[in-house]
């Protein structure tokens, strides 16, 4: 069965910081991959997906994110952190070509100092 | 173009009551899902349909249920409710079925029940 991990609850990190939020998937099959942004209050919005094909997705909003078959990991990059990034960030997989539902992480909740 | 709509936004029960909660969604998209947010579980999916057809549930008791109707407006209903009942219910549509389409989320329905 398809799951996902995400390591570290609350991530925090200086204006201009890199960055970086990490999930592990577990997958039988080749698996579709997605990081969701959710503020407070709001439903989620997607920031990027990975399907099949180039492996370095870019999203929205500076972020992207690197699909590592050998390591099982969708980790969620941006070069340098905003204020606006303060949000609660889901990774989520589905499998055989999108036809499974989403199964999402537990969260990481960022947090950006200024 | 107008967003995903979920009415009531805000919701109070008794434990043992049953409750409706509704989603529009953006016009044009056929798919709807359904998902339980909450603290402990994080975010569940509930239901998919499309076409007035369920395609897919996830893993709830009998008391959650669903429809969808032929202007792909979607209710889900819970049914003697339980304090673990207690989330944020999210609605998401699409274009089409499965996750090869982008689901654009509604703001949730808060659900508190006493």
């Known amino acids: 069965a398809q799951s996902v991990t995400q390591l570290g609850s609350h991530v925090s990190v200086s204006e201009g910081a890199l960055v970086l939020l990490r999930c592990n998937y577990s997958?039988?099959?080749?698996?579709?991959l997605f990081w969701y942004v959710q503020y407070p209050n709001q439903g989620l919005q997607l920031l990027l997906k990975y399907t099949t094909g180039a492996t370095l997705v870019k999203g929205i909003n500076g972020f992207e994110a690197e699909f590592k078959k050998s390591e099982t990991s969708f980790h969620l990059t941006k070069p340098s952190a905003h204020m606006s990034d303060a949000a609660e960030y889901f990774c989520a997989v589905s499998e055989l070509s999108g036809n499974t539902p989403l199964v999402f992480g537990k969260g990481t909740r960022l947090s950006v100092i200024a | 173009k107008a967003g995903v709509t979920q009415t009531p936004r805000y919701l109070i029960k008794t434990r043992g009551q049953q409750v409706t909660l509704s989603c529009s969604p953006i016009?044009?998209?056929?798919?709807v899902s359904w998902y339980q947010q909450t603290p402990g579980q994080g975010l569940q999916f509930l239901f998919e349909y499309f076409s007035e057809t369920q395609r897919n549930k996830g893993n709830f008791p009998g008391r959650f249920s669903g429809r969808q109707f032929s202007n792909s407006r979607s209710e889900m209903n819970v049914s003697t409710l339980e304090l673990g009942d207690s989330a944020l219910y999210l609605c998401?549509?699409?274009?089409?079925?499965?996750?090869?389409?982008?689901?654009?989320f509604g703001p949730g329905t808060r659900l508190t029940v006493t």
């Open positions: 998401a549509s699409s274009l089409g079925a499965g996750t090869s389409y982008e689901q654009y």
């Open positions: 997958s039988s099959v080749p698996p579709y």
């Open positions: 016009s044009g998209h056929r798919s």
